[in-house]
């Protein structure tokens, strides 16, 4: 560990379900980086995956997380502390 | 800022040619983390990307940086302070 003791957690996983934010919500409020895989919720139920992001906004913003998309198929939420940087603008 | 006065940056940028890994190698050394797509690679010359992935490898470890794949686009790399955590081991 260089700057803290407590490392931060980057968590790769996949949204399946609305109901999955709720643990979403958790970790993000604990600090972690998360990258959210979304195709699964996408094929299925286009709908649910609007609602599921803007959602997804709300509760970053709501911790003062940064949030941005990663192509297609993820989503990158990160915490206070750390900042997404896409210098190509090539996200695809 | 939280923990540090100084943010972490999170990059996420293309490999497009075995060239690109100098400035990468910079960034791993800066302590940031990185996510690099590799597709466009891949699609050119599978060769090519399976040096440029082992070289990312050797840089990764020489720095105590976590290296770990993102899927069949994207390889994650994470300076020491930073664990990568794939709990459902459903990171396609």
Known sequence: MQKQDIPTYLKAITIRDPSDLHSIAEDIK???ILILRVTPLAQKDVEKLRK???ELYVIARNS?????RLGEERIIVAP???KIWKPDYDLK
Do not use: F
């Open 52 to 54: 599921v992001v803007e």
């Open 80 to 82: 206070i502390g750390i």
């Open 30 to 32: 604990k600090g972690m």
């Open 64 to 68: 003062n997380a940064e949030i941005a």
